[in-house]
């Protein structure tokens, strides 16, 4: 006996409609990348240059921002792109100013860059 639409049970229509329409597909950072973002954020918190943040995952691209103070705009843009990973890379650091100051393939290498520089005592 075959069964058609109508005759299937209709709960099982419902969780098969349930699954075919998930989120849309998003970028996102990974457990590994974000404790390595969040690793960088509370160094900078703890030596009180940094206060707050946000991420914002969005369709092309995973967005980390830094700001000094909740009420003013990023400090820095922490930016995951997976459209440049065969060109200049995914990852990217980007100013308030909006200038890129550095990109590449991997995130440590890309964080170096506004990561606290070790002081000589």
């Not at 069964?3 to 709960?11: Q, R």
């Not at 390595?36 to 703890?46: D, E, F, K, T, W």
């Not at 991420?55 to 990023?74: G, K, N, T």
């Amino acid at each position: 006996m075959n069964l058609t639409p109508e005759d299937a049970d209709p709960s099982e229509n419902r969780a098969a409609a349930r699954n075919t329409a998930a989120a849309p597909n998003r970028v996102t950072f990974d457990r590994l990348e974000l404790n390595r973002i969040l690793n960088l954020y509370g160094r900078m918190v703890a030596n009180g240059e940094w206060r707050d943040y946000s991420i914002d995952f969005l369709r092309d691209r995973a967005v980390f921002s830094v700001f000094r103070r909740a009420s003013e705009v990023p400090l820095y843009r922490i930016e995951k792109d997976p459209r440049l990973a065969r060109k200049q890379g995914m990852y990217s650091v980007i100013s308030a100013t909006g200038l890129i100051l550095r990109r590449g393939h991997e995130l440590e290498r890309v964080l170096l860059v506004i990561a606290p520089k070790p002081a000589l005592v």
